[in-house]
């Protein structure tokens, strides 16, 4: 598996991968993204295939999580635990000193890969997504 950098070229991919969930962003709010200059995310890759990816924002001296994919056939074998510890990476070299991150109170596997990694329950959001589901908030200080 290969971890790089994320970029432009990688928006298709981004935009398949998670068009068929709700909330997903679209093509022209990854370009914006990209645009306001404080975008950033990682690619995993296995055999030249993207298999995975994180996407994060800064703000002065925090970031915030704004999506982790996992391709169905890679999970369960580490990929999202390499792509939070590079997030975690990233975010230090930018001079970040706290991560928030929201996830769905559903999203089990997500939560545990979460507090593995060292992020702390701080809140709920209610119904945060478009389906009216809460999310979960959490952060982790550097």
Same mark, same amino acid.
């Given at each position: 598996?290969?971890?790089?950098?994320?970029?432009?070229?990688?928006?298709?991919?981004?935009?398949?991968?998670?068009?068929?969930?709700?909330? /997903?962003?679209?093509? @022209?709010?990854?370009? +914006?993204?990209?645009? =306001?200059?404080?975008?950033? *995310?990682? #690619?995993?890759?296995?055999?030249?295939?993207?298999?995975?990816?994180?996407?994060?924002?800064?703000?002065?001296?925090?970031?915030?999580?704004?999506?982790?994919?996992?391709?169905? /056939?890679?999970?369960? @074998?580490?990929?999202? +635990?390499?792509?939070? =510890?590079?997030?975690?990476? *990233?975010? #230090?070299?930018?001079?970040?000193?706290?991560?928030?991150?929201?996830?769905?109170?559903?999203?089990?596997?997500?939560?545990?890969?979460?507090?593995?990694?060292?992020?702390?329950?701080?809140?709920?959001? @209610?119904?945060?997504? +478009?389906?009216?589901?809460?999310?979960?908030?959490?952060?982790?200080?550097?």
């Amino acid at each position: 598996m290969i971890i790089r950098p994320l970029n432009k070229d990688d928006i298709p991919f981004l935009v398949s991968a998670r068009n068929t969930f709700p909330d /997903a962003w679209d093509e @022209k709010m990854l370009l +914006s993204a990209f645009a =306001a200059g404080n975008f950033y *995310g990682f #690619i995993a890759e296995t055999c030249g295939n993207p298999t995975g990816f994180i996407t994060y924002s800064v703000s002065v001296d925090t970031a915030d999580l704004q999506d982790l994919f996992v391709a169905e /056939a890679c999970r369960k @074998k580490g990929v999202g +635990s390499v792509l939070v =510890a590079e997030f975690i990476k *990233g975010a #230090i070299s930018h001079g970040v000193k706290k991560l928030f991150l929201e996830v769905r109170e559903s999203n089990t596997p997500a939560i545990g890969l979460y507090e593995k990694a060292g992020f702390t329950f701080l809140s709920v959001r @209610k119904r945060y997504y +478009s389906d009216g589901e809460n999310a979960r908030v959490y952060i982790k200080e550097l």
